[in-house]
Structures are given as C-alpha cells and as structure tokens.
C-alpha cells in the first residue's frame, strides 16, 4: 500500500507563543536568555520548545543579530586533493569555534563564482574563505561585498591590488626549489607546464622557474613555455603535440595536479619513460598523479595547515576588534619531496 505522508510543518516561534499566549517576541528573548524575560518564563518556554523539538532558523536569527557564524569557501575543483585536504583544515577548525562552513565550487568559471558569493552574501555569511578564479572580472562583485560587511580570507591564491589577507606558501621560492631539484637531475630542457599569467600563484611559479634557469646557467627557452587550461585534456594534447614535434624535453615544471596527469599520461602514451627520459615535478594534487604509478617531485604545500590558518585569521578579523590593516599574510612553509 502506497501512503503518501504530509511533509510536517518546521515548529515555529509563533506556534510556541500561541500554545503558552504570549507574544513570539517573548518567546524569542526567552530563547536568547534576554535580561528583560523573568527566570520563570524562560524556563517555561524552554520547556515547552525542548519538548516540541523547536530548532531556530538560523537564516532568520542571522538577520536580526546581523552574526550567522556561517562561513563560506570557495574552491575551484572537487576532484584535487589539494582543495579537500585544505577545506578538512577550514572545516574542523571552523566547527572548534563555534562556525559552520558552506562549500562553494566554482569550476574555474568567473560566472558560477559571481553566482556562488551572490549566494553566500544572500544568507548573509560572516565571512568568506576565497580561492578566486583568474582576472578581474568579479573585482567590483569583492569590494561590494566587503562594503556590505562581509569579511575575507584569500587562500592559496592572492589578489592583486586589493586589501585581503591572504595564506599562501612562498610559490615563487617553491617553484624555484622544485625546478633546481630537476636540474640537480641532471636535466636542462625543462618545460613549464600550465598558466603563467592572471592569477599571482600562476605568475610567481613561473619567475621561480625561470630564476632557478637563470642561476643555474641554463637559458630560457620560450618553446619550452607551454600554457594549458586547468584540466588533464589540454594538457595531454599539448604534451602530446610537443612530443611528436620533437621537441627536446627532460624535465617538466607543472602548476598543477590535473595538468600533471595529463601530461604524464602523455609522456607514457608517446612511449618515453618516467623518470628515465622526462623528470616529472609539480605542485598539486598527489592522488591523481600516483595514479600514474611513476616516481615524481611534488611541492608538499600542506593544505591542512593552509585552510586550518585560513579559518583563524578570518575568524580573527571578523571578531577582533583590532583594525584589519594590522593583521598580517600568513606564508605556510612547503618541502619538494619525492613520491
């Protein structure tokens, strides 16, 4: 027998109110222990509510208080390891103290980002943990919200030429130890692989890469300079087309994970050898590149120490009342190790 059941009523303030005849603003105060509610009532309306499993509405309580503790995250893809490592970290430290978290993905889109933080400015978040996309499409869309009081925190990636903090770690330096770890291979026709303009994480990989060229006294080649979208496709046909040119390559510089597996998925398909032919180095995403199943150098960025710092300087800003100028960017240390 097929019985379709009503969908139960949420329990409101005005359904308590009614039942002990008095008015939802009282019961509201009781709720919030209000000085100017009488002990008796309190504990009447406590009562009452525990018994008839009322739970406030956040949302509505946020608008009245003008505080959700809520915060949101935007991340660019669910598929790196590197991002859900780092949302654990915002996770677990945001629940330590006292906040929830809303995770937003944005898909390297400008568009579905400017949907994302319209959504979190709507529930009306505290404050918002943001790995933006490239550009500065959305910069009016950051300074309107900030204006609207909605406090930030860019992670991972920083923006240029405005006033957020930031935690990051020290890409161009990482991107330098990275690329002499290569040359200390014994390698010297070593491709960059990935973007190397727009957002500050792109660009500071690439002059680490090319500073440690120069120190090392290998000159740079700008064949050896390869852009690619965010995503294994691109890559692996990029890889693929360089290979088939014969173009000399011994060593590779990724700026991420996907881009990574795309070209070493490459280098094996076009029957080179891992680490024998081309050196592999990256930053990223270590799940999916293991999945080659090759020897390869990774920057270790410690997400779960980028998005445990995220939360806390954000929280720091959204309660301190200290002025925000005179808190600083955090940089997490990173380590090349060999997987």
Known sequence: MNIKSKPRKKLTLKDIAKLISVTPATVSKALRDSDDISAEMKEKV????????????????????????ILGVLIPDLRISFFSEAVRGMYEEASRKGYETILMVHDESRDKEKQKLEF?????????????????????????????????????RKLEDLPFKSVTIDDKKASYELTTKIINAGRSNILFLGPNTG???????????????????????????????????????????????????DGVVSVGGLITYGAGKAILDNNYSIPEDVVLGEFGDNDIVSRLGVPFYTVNQNPYKIG????????????????????????????????
């Open 308 to 339: 445990k710092a995220s939360v806390d300087l954000l929280i720091k800003i959204i309660e301190s009342k200290e002025k925000e100028d005179s808190l600083h960017n955090i940089i997490i240390e990173s380590e090349i190790i060999k997987r």
């Open 120 to 156: 979190l400015s709507d529930i009306n978040v505290d404050g918002i943990l943001l790995n933006a996309t490239g550009g500065k499409g959305n910069y009016p869309l950051y300074n309107d919200l900030a204006e609207e009081g909605i406090k930030f925190v860019c992670w991972d």
């Open 46 to 69: 406590k009562k009452i509510a525990k018994e008839m499993g009322y739970r406030p509405n956040i949302l509505a309580r946020s608008l009245i208080s003008n505080k959700s503790r």
């Open 199 to 249: 957002i500050p994480v792109a660009k500071n990989r690439f002059e680490g890469y090319k500073l440690a060229l120069k120190e090392h006294g290998i000159p740079f080649k700008s064949s050896l300079v390869v852009q690619t979208f965010r995503n294994f496709n691109d890559s692996y046909k990029k890889m693929c087309s360089l290979l088939k040119k014969r173009i000399k390559i």
